[in-house]
């Protein structure tokens, strides 16, 4: 292990890191200098077991071959090439494939290189088409109270994490926003969708009601809130929104950049909800966390509206240097590659039970005020320590890391999200892990 001493560096003050304490990390920092599939090896020569797939993306596990390969392959034969007005076989074969795989109706599909991004992608194409079909006086977005839609002006307006909002001023404006289902009185340890909630679906009739839908764009929601601490819709909620926004020719758009990729055993969400929706955002795992890159997939409906006019004119002004590049692009085709061959994305659901009752078999350990889960997601939310909310799960996250773990935490939830090559064996050793750090916890 004495070259991977040699990596790291000596000076951390010029990388100011993102959503990090950046004064505590550098006075004590945790880096990883290699990976292979359910486990990161520190700096320190330590083997970390990953309960995170990374930040939700590394869904087939770490340095997989053939996404290696096909990563080193292209950059030596197609480095870069335009997608404006030009394009490269690869992103065409991959928006096919998206296309072929994604839930009926979802045809089309433009990149990005970020989640944050695609969601920025999918809010100006819904304006755009309701303007484009004519109906121009829908500009209002509505999003959710506690929604992660990553940290663009879009995303964090639609979104609802107050850090995420507060320092920056007026945001998007014609925004609204529907209540979070979050509801730990009625629905603690619940196991998959939680059986109380559903009439928070209503709220946006109530939103209707006081902007009219004459005036509203596009709902935007995660089917499964994760970043804000997961939170698993309520049984029947994504359908009475679906039901809505038909009724009154909103958009509804899935945001399903850590749900899309086999996260709940089924491709999308959109799938294990039943629930289609009328623009789906992905990232994260298209690529398998390794080249960056976000799709947006929406309907040939939402598309066709957009191809009329001279044939010379460009029909949607929206795009990135980047969209569709060739080494994304080959990353993304090795990735769905590598779940095909290994049929990852269905995976999830042979483990579910598994993965539930190893989580629920935490009721009763020290702080811990609820469990849930849903595929293989899991949550487990702590008592705040008085005074000093988030405090006592960041002990939790050092503490892991330190003892072989990484989990994720926001707030005073523990978020668990494996990648989806799990064993059994991976799963009991993070729930004994885990039981043991929280009994330790102050
Ligand atoms: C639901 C959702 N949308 C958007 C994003 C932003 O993605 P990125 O960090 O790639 O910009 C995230 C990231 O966690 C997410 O969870």
């Known amino acids: 292990?004495?070259?991977?001493?040699?990596?790291?560096?000596?000076?951390?003050?010029?990388?100011?890191?993102?959503?990090?304490?950046?004064?505590?990390?550098?006075?004590s920092p945790r880096m990883f200098v290699a990976a292979k599939d359910m486990h990161?090896?520190?700096?320190?020569?330590?083997?970390?077991?990953?309960?995170?797939?990374?930040l939700w993306c590394v869904n087939a596990g770490h340095c997989r071959p053939k996404i290696t390969e096909a990563v080193q392959k292209?950059?030596?034969?197609?480095?870069?090439?335009?997608?404006?007005?030009?394009?490269?076989?690869?992103?065409?074969?991959?928006?096919?494939?998206?296309?072929?795989?994604?839930?009926?109706?979802?045809e089309h599909v433009l990149f990005s290189n970020s989640g944050s991004e695609a969601v920025e992608t999918a809010l100006k194409l819904a304006l755009a088409y309701q303007r484009a079909r004519g109906e121009g006086g829908r500009f209002r977005l509505i999003g959710r109270e506690r929604g992660y839609h990553g940290v663009n002006f879009g995303g964090i307006s639609v979104g609802g994490i107050l850090p995420n909002r507060k320092m920056f001023g007026t945001l998007l404006t014609g925004v609204d926003h529907l209540p979070h289902t979050h509801d730990i009185a009625r629905n603690a340890w619940s196991k998959g969708m939680p059986p109380h909630g559903l009439e928070l679906a209503d709220e946006l009739d109530r939103i209707i009601a006081l902007h009219d839908a004459s005036t509203i764009a596009a709902v935007i929601v995660e089917p499964v809130a994760g970043s804000t601490g997961v939170l698993i819709p309520p049984k029947g909620y994504l359908q009475k929104l679906r039901d809505t926004c038909t009724k009154h020719g909103i958009l509804l758009i899935f945001d399903e950049v850590i749900t899309g990729f086999g996260r709940l055993g089924t491709p999308f969400a959109a799938d294990y909800f039943g629930v289609i929706p009328d623009i789906m955002i992905t990232a994260k795992g298209l690529t398998n966390g390794v080249i960056p890159m976000g799709a947006v997939l929406t309907t040939a409906k939402i598309h066709d509206t957009f191809m009329h006019g001279p044939e010379h004119l460009i029909e949607f002004f929206h795009g990135y240097?980047?969209?569709?590049?060739?080494?994304?692009?080959?990353?993304?085709?090795?990735t769905l590659e590598t779940y095909r061959d290994e049929q990852l994305l269905t995976r999830g659901a042979e483990l579910a039970s598994y993965w539930e009752n190893a989580l629920h078999s935490l009721k009763g350990t020290r702080h811990v005020i609820d469990v849930r889960n849903i595929g293989l997601i899991g949550a487990i939310e702590l008592e705040p320590?008085?005074?000093?909310?988030t405090k006592r799960t960041f002990s939790a996250f050092i503490e892991a890391f330190e003892k072989g773990l990484l989990i994720r935490t926001t707030g005073d939830i523990i978020a668990l999200s494996p990648p989806l090559i799990v064993q059994k064996s991976h799963i009991d050793q993070i729930v004994e892990m885990l039981s043991d750090i929280l009994n330790g916890l102050e």
Do not use: I
């Open 1 to 27: 292990m004495s070259d991977t001493h040699a990596v790291v560096p000596n000076d951390l003050a010029a990388f100011w890191m993102p959503f990090t304490a950046n004064r505590q990390f550098k006075k």
């Open 40 to 54: 990161y090896t520190s700096a320190d020569g330590r083997q970390v077991l990953d309960a995170t797939s990374g």
């Open 74 to 106: 292209q950059v030596a034969e197609l480095d870069f090439a335009p997608t404006f007005q030009l394009g490269h076989p690869k992103a065409f074969e991959l928006a096919n494939q998206l296309a072929s795989m994604a839930p009926a109706g979802l």
């Open 321 to 334: 240097t980047y969209s569709g590049n060739p080494m994304a692009a080959a990353a993304g085709l090795a």
């Open 385 to 389: 320590m008085a005074g000093l909310p």
